[in-house]
């Protein structure tokens, strides 16, 4: 069960106790409304964060320090979750009881922690210039990765359209335009900003003290003069984009990648059926369009649908012969119209929940993963806890899952191929 704690207006620490665990994780995150403005400089500021302290100029004395607590890792957090995208610290350590006795994990990290947010090596009043440059050069290889992979370019594209009038439409790290134009002082500033009106989200796993953390914590930002702004719940969809679209680019194999909407969203109480719905569709290697696109008409050389409970958005990504595209989609929408018709059969039905039931279950398998489940729902305004989404799974009907395809409509196409010879 997780405990909550408010630690200061703005800052809540939530800490889900467990002692099964050799390990143990804390994660710290600043809550910003994803903007295309400041995606960048958000998503750079963890990593510059990493490179030093006043205490620990650089990364072969944060290793060590790292050692000595007992192999402990600190790595960068960068999310989108619905409407905010979510920038801080993801920490990884040994518990208390299985260091030697005597010796601390916890209470250290949390002072590093401290020290890694407030105590950053600085130069002319700003961040390092030259850890600023390099995690550029870190960040923009990684946005252009994302244009080698074709299958992730073409389904971030598709949102790009889709969402011209909502800001899930905007990338997770930003564009390489607006970070080749951050400075070291102008990314310090911003951070200022980020520390002192942002909503605070922590989160705990393992069998410590929560009291001493909880005190430990409240010190750090006690210390900030911090003046938090409340962020807007989580919306759905906002519509503003649609239509057709085509790009041409220099590939052998085509990605077609299509865009729904529906009013459910995990906030919801239809929840569990939009998500069985999407398991069965195309979330899977027993869903209908695995089956029946991909294994029985041999349309595509790969296919899959996912679901963004946050937004309420739905996507069937495929690798196609550019000249298939038609007969490709008319396949895609006369499984959807399967859905809708009820047309599912008991044991379609059985594997779509035991995909999901598998997966809820595998969420307490490691510190990490209840981390990432429990913040993920928490920030995203999930409004089931596993259990009851486990319950409602198990509770799906047929004519749920048929209701769920029902309330799905196709908002946008995007399709990349190759130049024609």
């Known amino acids: 069960m997780i405990q909550v704690f408010e630690l200061l207006p703005g800052v809540t620490l939530r800490a889900f106790p467990v002692e099964r665990f050799k390990q143990g994780c804390l ?43 007992y192999g402990a890792s600190v790595g960068a957090l960068v999310r989108r979750i619905g409407d905010y995208q979510t920038v801080g610290l993801y920490c990884g350590f040994i518990e208390d009881r299985y260091a030697l006795q005597g010796d601390k994990i916890l209470e250290p990290m949390v002072d590093f922690l401290r020290e890694l947010l407030l105590e950053p090596v600085m130069e002319d009043g700003g961040f390092c210039a030259s850890f600023v440059e390099s995690e550029k050069r870190n960040l923009i ?200 018709e009820g047309e599912i059969s008991r044991e379609e039905l059985a594997a779509a929940k035991e995909a999901i039931l598998s997966s809820l279950r595998s969420v307490y398998d490691s510190p990490g993963s209840i981390e990432g489940y429990e913040t993920t729902a928490a920030i995203g305004g999930m409004a ?8 409602g799974v198990e509770a799906v009907t047929v004519e749920d899952v048929a209701k769920a395809a029902r309330s799905v409509s196709l908002h946008t196409s995007y399709l990349l191929k190759g130049v024609v010879s």
């Open 27 to 69: 994660s710290l995150q600043f809550l910003r409304p994803m903007c295309r403005e400041e995606a960048a400089v958000n998503a750079l500021i963890p990593a510059v964060l990493l490179r030093g302290t006043k205490n620990r100029p650089d990364l072969r004395a944060i290793t060590l320090h790292l050692d000595d607590l």
């Open 141 to 340: 290889a990684t946005i252009g990765s994302e244009r080698n992979d074709k299958r992730a370019y073409a389904a971030a594209q598709m949102l790009r359209k889709m969402c011209s009038a909502d800001s899930f439409g905007i990338s997770r790290l930003g564009e390489k335009e607006q970070v080749e134009q951050i400075d070291p002082k102008g990314a310090w500033t911003h951070y200022q900003e980020v520390l002192r009106r942002s909503p605070v989200e922590i989160f705990y796993v393992g069998g410590g003290d929560l009291q001493m953390l909880a005190a430990k914590l409240k010190e750090l930002f006690s210390g900030i003069c911090r003046d938090p702004v409340a962020l807007p719940e989580q919306s759905p969809f906002r519509d503003g984009g649609g239509g057709d679209h085509t790009e041409i680019m220099e590939i052998t194999q085509a990605k077609l990648v299509l865009g729904f909407t529906t009013p459910v969203t995990n906030r919801q109480p239809q929840f569990p059926a939009m998500q069985v719905f999407n398991a069965l569709f195309g979330a899977g290697m027993t869903s209908k369009l695995f089956m029946n696109v991909r294994e029985k008409l041999s349309l595509c050389y790969s296919i899959g649908s996912g679901y963004y409970g946050s937004k309420g958005i739905v996507t069937v990504s495929a690798g196609i012969d550019a000249d298939k595209e038609s007969v490709v989609r008319q396949q895609i929408m006369e499984q959807l119209e399967a859905c809708r």
């Open 384 to 391: 089931l806890t596993v259990e009851q989404y486990r319950a």
